[in-house]
Structure formats: C-alpha cells, structure tokens
C-alpha cells in the first residue's frame, strides 16, 4: 500500500511569529520568545497546541530564573548579614575595650579609653586668627595612655556621691554645675573611696588631647566638628534664645555630636575645670606635663551655653580662682590606667 504524505503549511502569521520565538528563546530571551508563541496561538492557520508547548517552555525557563535570582538575592542578603553581624560584633568589642562602665550608689557612668600618643597643643592652624596670646606658643606634648569621662558629671552623679545637687538648672541627666575646683576635688575623694580608683581632674594637655580626638583627630577647630552647632550648646543656641525660652541654660549630656572618640560636649554646655594651675606655655616639647607648681588661678575649659563660639575652641584656655562657683561651670574625670 502506498501512502501519499503531505507537507503540513501554515500560515505566515504562525511560522514567522514561531521562527522569532525560536531566536529569541535561543538567546536566552524567553519572556519575548513567550510573546511571539502567545502571538502564534491566535494566528489562523496555525498550531496552537504546538504554540503553547513553546509557551511552556518558557514559562518554565523563566520560572528557573526568577529561582536562581532568589537564591542569589537569599545569599547576597545572608552575606550581608554576616558581615552587619561581624562588624557590630567587632565594634562591641571594641567598645568594650575602650570603655569602661562605673556604677555608684545606682548611678552608672562611663568612661572612655584615650590611646596615648603625641599632638601639637595651643594654637594650631585650623584656629585660624582666633587664637589668644596665651594659646601660643604651640608645643608638642606626648601623652601615656588615660581614661576620661564619656560626658561631663551629671548632677544624678554628684547627687550619688556627695548627697546633695547645688546645680542652678536642675535636672538628673544635666551636667552639675555651680561646683568650685575645691567641690570637684572634695567629690573626688569620696568617689574614690566609694569605688576604690584614682580619679581626677584631667590635666590640661589631656583635656586638649582628647578634645581634638587623640589619635583619630580630624584636626577640627571644635571638640568634633567645625560647626560649632553640630558639637556644641552655646550662646547662640542657648543664651540668646533668652531666659523664657526652654533652650536657655544647660541641656542634658549628649544632646549634641560626639567628637572622633566618642566624647560629648567637650565643646559647650558647662565649663570644665582641669587640675593644672593656669600659667604660660613654653616652646619646649613635653611629656604627661602638669602645668606650673604653684599658682593662683586653676584651668578650666571647653566653653559652655553661656559663651561665644570662639570660646568654645579646643585650644581655649580660661581661670579663675579654686572657689569661685558659677552656673556654667562643670567638670569631667579622668582616670590614669
């Protein structure tokens, strides 16, 4: 028996939308091979079923796709993950190593590890022409390792250990104020008896060191920043608002940026005294210096809400006498390792 075969012939609609397919299912294209076929399944002439075979086919590429690109989103994130979770996980350590938290009579505070190293002190080139007479001359000083106080005492602090807050703007989480040199010294001792350290004033060149970062200095003109707002509470945020507004006066430590160790208001809020009799710098360098012998003003630093910005530099200097007492003037500790 003889059978006749006869060639199947579309119509070109069909065979000229398939033969687009194909190509662009070649190349990897699927979702425009899909609309060729789906085109194909509605020409007359045609074979849908054929048609949506390709269809299929494509679907099932693109599915792949969409998997592969989710397993690769899925990964990417885990690693993501990971590395979030390793750099937290080292930045605690790291925390940990630099800072260490005291609590007294239920009041916690810290205090931040400053690596020791050498810096230049007083008048330095990013103070601009606002430097004073008694910032110069500038000097290299080269200091052991410290601890310092992560914010200025708080009167929540003081209150803890000396049973009594003389601080004119009240407030836990503010910074005392009101204190003389001879306070802070008397709180001192009995902050060491409670707690068995040797805490102090920071000297003069530690307060500075510190102040511009030790180490990590990014050489700014303020305790952080050259923007005296970002850093500091000073005359023109405080001060000039005026005694009605709720801005006048001292704010709660940590309202503003830290500085490159991680210290608050360094610049601005309260004054800080330090341990050092104030008297002239020298030229020479010097190593953990102390300031003069003897004198009759005591150091003090940092500006407060009362000052101008230019007093609020980090190679400022300003006295006065151990018992004078004012409501922008404050302190933080140190502590030598």
């Known amino acids: 028996m003889t059978v006749n075969l006869v060639a199947q012939s579309y119509s070109p609609c069909y065979t000229n939308n398939m033969a687009q397919g194909d190509e662009a299912f070649k190349q990897g294209k699927y979702s425009t091979a899909k609309n060729y076929y789906a085109t194909a399944k509605q020409c007359a002439g045609g074979n849908p079923s054929e048609a949506q075979k390709k269809i299929n ?6 599915k792949a796709q969409q998997e592969a690109a989710e397993a690769k989103r899925k990964e990417e994130e885990a690693k993501r993950k990971a590395q979030q979770e390793a750099a937290e996980a080292k930045r605690k350590e790291e925390e940990a190593k630099n800072s260490q ?16 190293g050498s ?17 110069k001359p500038s000097h290299q000083v080269t200091l052991s390792d410290y601890w310092i106080g992560e914010t200025e005492v708080t009167q929540a602090l003081w209150e803890a250990v000396m049973g009594s807050n003389p601080s004119f703007f009240k407030g836990d989480n503010r910074p005392v104020e009101s204190v003389s040199w001879d306070d802070c010294q008397e709180f001192i001792r ?13 000297t003069e060149a530690q307060w500075e060191y510190a102040a511009r970062g030790g180490n990590k200095s990014r050489h700014c003109k303020y305790a952080g920043s050259n923007t005296i707002g970002d850093v500091a509470w000073y005359r023109e945020n405080c001060y000039d608002k005026g005694s009605s507004s709720p801005d006048y006066g001292t704010h709660p430590v940590k309202g503003k940026q830290a500085n490159e160790l991680g210290l608050y208001d360094m610049s601005g809020n309260v004054w800080e005294w330090c341990e050092d009799w104030y008297g002239s710098y020298s030229s020479s360098s010097q190593t953990n210096p102390t300031g003069p012998s003897s004198g009759s003003l005591r150091v003090y630093r940092g500006g407060s809400w009362y000052s101008y910005a230019g007093n609020c530099r ?23 390792r």
């Open 190 to 202: 009995k902050l060491n008896a409670l707690t068995g350290k040797t805490f102090a004033l920071p």
């Open 57 to 62: 086919s494509c679907d099932a590429k693109l």
């Open 314 to 336: 980090v190679s400022y200097r300003y006295d006065f006498t151990p018992v004078n007492r004012f409501y922008y003037l404050g302190f933080r500790l140190s502590l030598v």
């Open 119 to 135: 810096f230049t002190m007083g008048c330095t080139s990013e103070q601009g022409g606002d430097c004073d007479g008694d910032e």
């Open 101 to 116: 938290i005291i609590t007294v009579n239920g009041v916690s505070f810290k205090m931040k590890r400053v690596q020791g």
